[in-house]
Nanobody, 125 residues
Framework: QVQLVESGGGLAQAGGSLRLSCAAS????????MGWFRRTPGKEREFVTA????????RYADSVKGRFTISRDNAKNTLYLQMNSLKPEDTAVYYC??????????????????WGQGTQGTVSS
């Protein structure tokens, strides 16, 4: 079992920044790819970004490329999402997710085995 707990959401103005964290516990040695997804009312869960175990490889949705940065600290079992140049359309509940014991596709949410409870990020115009 793996537990994921997000933190760092809140309110920011357009053009501002937020930094999300996701603390992992449990079978952390079995975690491979980790990612961030987001959901807004009436929409499906949307891929935001993902990172390999080593941190050497990353992927971003076109909508956040150049503005968001994913990183991880395996010694602290923590995943991060630095969100800069925020836009009102970035308002969503953000979820971290982990692939455990295997490496699957990065973008489909169904490829992730464990999820956090989500943290709200709101961007005002």
């Amino acid at each position: 079992q793996v537990q994921l707990v997000e933190s760092g959401g809140g309110l920011a103005q357009a053009g501002g920044s937020l930094r999300l964290s996701c603390a992992a516990s449990g079978r952390t040695s079995s975690i491979y790819t980790m990612g961030w997804f987001r959901r807004t009312p009436g929409k499906e869960r949307e891929f935001v970004t993902a990172i390999s175990w080593s941190g050497a490889n990353t992927r971003y949705a076109d909508s956040v490329k150049g503005r968001f940065t994913i990183s991880r600290d395996n010694a602290k079992n923590t995943l991060y999402l630095q969100m800069n140049s925020l836009k009102p359309e970035d308002t969503a509940v953000y979820y971290c997710a982990a692939q455990v014991g295997r490496i699957g596709g990065w973008r489909p949410w169904a490829q992730y085995d464990y999820w956090g409870q989500g943290t709200q990020g709101t961007v005002s115009s």
